[in-house]
């Protein structure tokens, strides 16, 4: 579990490699091999800054064309705590990047930023090739348009 020493009156560095279980104390299965955190920790005077990036891969579903993906993801965080958390000069902030972690996920998980995605008519995967099915597809409730004459 992540927990810093703080540096009274200055900075102190800190850098953590491990898997998400050993991190974290859970299994992330999104994220796969070594997590590496690293950053500083500054005494401001009232409280403690730790800033920092996170180095981690993941593997998901890409959202548009279903195929199994994986990126290399970076991930940079600031975070002040108050010097009351700090217990023995230490603070555990294992909750705090596990946190901010989970929270920089993208919304949308593309496997390239011009997926093309799936044949709305036959399902295949567009990044592997045109599939031949027609690309005017007649949308049926707009049937009654049909017949509609301009004058």
């Not at 891969?57 to 970076?74: G, M, S, T």
């Not at 592997?128 to 004459?149: Q, T, V, W």
């Amino acid at each position: 579990m992540p927990k810093v020493q703080t540096a009274r009156g200055g900075k102190a560095p800190f850098e953590f490699v491990g898997t998400s279980e050993k991190l974290f104390g859970e299994d992330l299965e999104d994220f796969t091999g070594e997590i590496k955190i690293v950053g500083e920790v500054e005494d401001v005077g009232k409280s403690f800054v730790v800033r920092g990036r996170i180095e981690c891969k993941k593997i998901f579903i890409c959202d548009r064309c279903l195929a199994q993906a994986e990126k290399n993801q970076v991930h940079k965080f600031v975070e002040e705590f108050d010097k009351a958390e700090a217990i023995d000069d230490v603070i555990d902030v294992s909750e705090f990047l596990r946190d901010e972690l989970l929270a920089a996920q993208p919304m949308k998980n593309l496997c390239r930023e011009d997926c093309k995605g799936l044949c709305p008519e036959c399902g295949a995967n567009l990044n592997e090739g045109e599939c031949g099915c027609e690309k005017f597809i007649f949308d049926p409730r707009l049937a009654a348009l049909e017949n509609f004459k301009l004058e």
